[in-house]
């Protein structure tokens, strides 16, 4: 059976390994609806925990998406390490 699209996962770090604050999560929900409103794609999943954050996003076009995505990590988390995997 054919799916259309693949899966990107966005990985972000934050200094230490506790939990999620809430400043993490509201960043998190932030990115998320950016990816929703400039339709990079259909989020998947989301988690965080000890020093990690994920969203796995579904995408058509991994190149286009992986671009909106650094874009999209620039303008609501600048200072956020992350990896597009």
Known sequence: MMHDGTTLRLVIRWPG???ASRQDIET???IQILIS???VGKIISAGTGMGWMDIVVKVRDKQAARSSIS?????AAPTRKFAIE
Not at 71 to 75: E, L, S
């Open 28 to 30: 998190r929900d932030k």
């Open 71 to 75: 874009r999209i990590m620039h303008a």
């Open 17 to 19: 390994d506790d939990f």
């Open 37 to 39: 409103e400039r339709k």
